[in-house]
Nanobody, 120 residues
Framework: QVRLVESGGGLVQPGGSLRLSCAASGSISSIYAMGWYRQVPGKQRELVARITSGSSTNYSDSVKGRFTISRGNAPNTIYLRMNSLKPEDTAVYYC??????????????WGQGTQVTVSS
């Protein structure tokens, strides 16, 4: 019913930049918030950045000032601009959406993840 598709991950050198994209599609009535989470092996998935329908944003302390979450012009699309990347930013990044289905309930959905590797 709902699909979140991420793109834009890859290998980048320390200090470099990447932009991740996420597009939500399906039987969506409205989206309350979308965000980016990341996970490394052996650790819990953690919030990176989140944007609400009212365009309020919040960031983890580790990425404040370096990452920017924004909406795209296309409906139900968000971006994560990542600057000054560090090796500790290496992780699988997941897109997340808190949304209302048409003729259905509210729920949280996840994308398949995209790998970001920061290494020289």
């Amino acid at each position: 019913q709902v699909r979140l598709v991420e793109s834009g991950g890859g290998l980048v050198q320390p200090g470099g930049s990447l932009r991740l994209s996420c597009a939500a599609s399906g039987s969506i009535s409205s989206i309350y918030a979308m965000g980016w989470y990341r996970q490394v092996p052996g650790k819990q998935r953690e919030l990176v950045a989140r944007i609400t329908s009212g365009s309020s944003t919040n960031y983890s302390d580790s990425v404040k000032g370096r990452f920017t979450i924004s909406r795209g012009n296309a409906p139900n699309t968000i971006y994560l601009r990542m600057n000054s990347l560090k090796p500790e930013d290496t992780a699988v990044y997941y897109c997340n959406a808190d949304l209302q289905l048409r003729l259905g309930s509210r729920g949280v959905y996840w994308g398949q993840g995209t790998q970001v590797t920061v290494s020289s």
